[in-house]
């Protein structure tokens, strides 16, 4: 798995499958440079290498990878939403990706 998608090392991509090579290209394709708030918060490069040196990579494969979090992001301003309920987190990856976008809703 590519563990960030907003600076992938040069060994995440020579090991990375079909599969996270789509998701990278994806989220980098849907990432809209034009808004005042990124579509991908600052900080969330950290948390796929932390949790996979405290738990393992099997755990970390559990948090949401960035398309996911800007896919989020998306519909959270396709609605122009106010507030969000998250029932449930594991490493707060998602929270933050929907404080962003109420942020960029003006909240």
């Known amino acids: 798995m590519i563990s960030s998608f907003i600076n992938p090392s040069e060994e995440d991509v020579k090991n990375a499958s079909e599969h996270d090579i789509l998701n990278y ?3 980098k394709a849907s990432i809209n440079p034009q808004l005042n708030v990124p579509s991908v918060p600052l900080g969330t490069e950290t948390i796929y290498p932390e ?10 494969d559990m948090s949401i990878p960035d398309l996911q979090g800007v896919f989020q992001n998306f519909f959270v301003g396709l ?16 929270a933050i990706y929907f404080a962003n976008a109420l942020k960029r809703n003006g909240v």
Do not use: C, P
Not at 51 to 60: F, H, L
């Open 25 to 27: 290209y994806a989220a």
């Open 51 to 60: 949790t996979s040196d405290k738990y393992g990579t099997y755990i970390a």
């Open 79 to 94: 609605l122009n939403a106010k507030r969000v309920l998250e029932i449930g987190s594991f490493t707060g990856s998602s």
